[in-house]
């Protein structure tokens, strides 16, 4: 029973490309969470999605940034234009439930050159 | 002032030693996690408590739900424990109940 899936592991992008992080939740979770963690500081929420459906997006940038997790598939942590504050670690998260334990992913790591 | 507070920010202990690391929270939770994580690595979650005590090998985790106090027990510590602990709740008052909202972390490190 694989955990939640990230990939890929490291990412690097020049400022102004995208980058796509991708997260398969463990089987049986319905539940994706989207947390980031800049250098040096604490973990941040981002976003909290539903196959098909955003539930709580307040943790987003409001430009650049969007996350979906269609019916087939794994959620998409998309960030247009990356600028070098972009560079963090991104983790996921899955549950069964709302009210269910978490299991994070290993992170994708970030770099904007 | 953080909703979550954990202290200390920083431990240095020696091998076998008791290590007592502390976590306050300042608003109504359905779930505290503890999380470990590994300089450069993943989070892997340490407990998930809404009452009482957890013990898991050399590791207990205990919450005092009136006094909004958690804290995370390592007995007979060992320098593989080194790493950052991190305090997390889950909060029915906080917007978006189903987010975890996380302490600052406490950077343990075990000599040997």
């Known amino acids: 029973n694989a955990g939640v899936m990230q990939n890929p592991r490291h990412l690097v992008r020049r400022r102004g490309q995208e980058a796509r992080l991708r997260c398969s939740p463990m089987?049986?979770?319905?539940?994706v969470y989207w947390y980031r963690q800049l250098p040096e500081e604490g973990l941040k929420f981002m976003v909290y999605?539903?196959?098909?459906?955003?539930?709580?997006e307040s943790g987003m940038p409001k430009e650049r940034f969007s996350a979906e997790f269609p019916k087939e598939g794994p959620s998409i942590l998309r960030i247009q234009q990356v600028v070098r504050g972009d560079s963090a670690a991104y983790f996921c998260?899955?549950?069964?439930?709302?009210?269910?334990?978490?299991?994070f992913g290993s992170g994708t790591r970030l770099t904007v050159v | 002032k953080n909703e979550v507070e954990q202290s200390p920010q920083n431990l240095t202990a020696q091998e076998g030693e008791f290590i007592t690391i502390n976590c306050s929270y300042s608003?109504?939770?359905?779930?505290l996690h503890w999380l470990q994580q590994h300089p450069g690595g993943g989070i892997v979650s340490l407990f998930m408590l809404s009452s009482g005590k957890k013990k898991h090998g050399r590791l207990i985790a205990t919450i005092n739900i009136q006094e909004k106090h958690s804290s995370l027990h390592i007995t007979a510590s060992h320098p593989r424990d080194s790493a950052v602990y991190i305090c997390a709740v889950r909060s029915d008052v906080i917007q978006g109940a189903q987010k975890l909202v996380f302490g600052q972390g406490t950077r343990l490190t075990i000599n040997p």
């Open positions: 089987k049986g979770h319905s539940h």
């Open positions: 998260a899955s549950s069964p439930a709302e009210r269910g334990g978490y299991t």
């Open positions: 999605l539903q196959k098909e459906n955003i539930i709580d």
């Open positions: 608003v109504g939770i359905s779930a």
